[in-house]
């Protein structure tokens, strides 16, 4: 098992900046591909970052730019660098791990709230 637990977030103004972290414990060297997703309200969870094991990235195109995903593997910690928030970016964001032998995430956090006042 897998263990994420994130922080970093918080109220901020649009055009602002926010860093989430997450850190994972447990069967760690099971773990290739951690990642970033979001749910707002009404909205169904989507994919905003992920990277591999090897420090291959993916955005979604709404955060291409802006975002930047980075990873420590010796503190096991994924980082989210938010910059030039929008309003559109509120929601629930949650760290994923997947393991190797998977196609999809396996492991969540509990989720931290990111709010973009106008």
């Known amino acids: 098992q897998v263990q994420l637990v994130e922080s970093g977030g918080g109220l901020v103004q649009a055009g602002g900046s926010l860093r989430l972290s997450c850190v994972a414990s447990?069967?760690?060297?099971?773990?290739?591909?951690m990642g970033w997703y979001r749910q707002a309200p009404g909205k169904q969870r989507e994919s905003v970052a992920t990277?591999?094991?090897?420090?291959?990235?993916n955005y979604a195109d709404s955060v291409k730019g802006r975002f930047t995903i980075s990873r420590d593997n010796a503190k096991i910690t994924a980082y989210l660098q938010m910059n030039n928030l929008k309003v559109e970016d509120t929601a629930v964001y949650y760290c994923?791990?997947?393991?190797?032998?998977?196609?999809?995430?396996?492991?969540w956090g509990q989720g931290t709230q990111v709010t973009v006042s106008s």
């Open positions: 990277i591999t094991r090897f420090g291959i990235t």
């Open positions: 447990g069967s760690i060297l099971s773990i290739n591909v």
């Open positions: 994923a791990a997947t393991r190797w032998s998977s196609g999809a995430a396996d492991y």
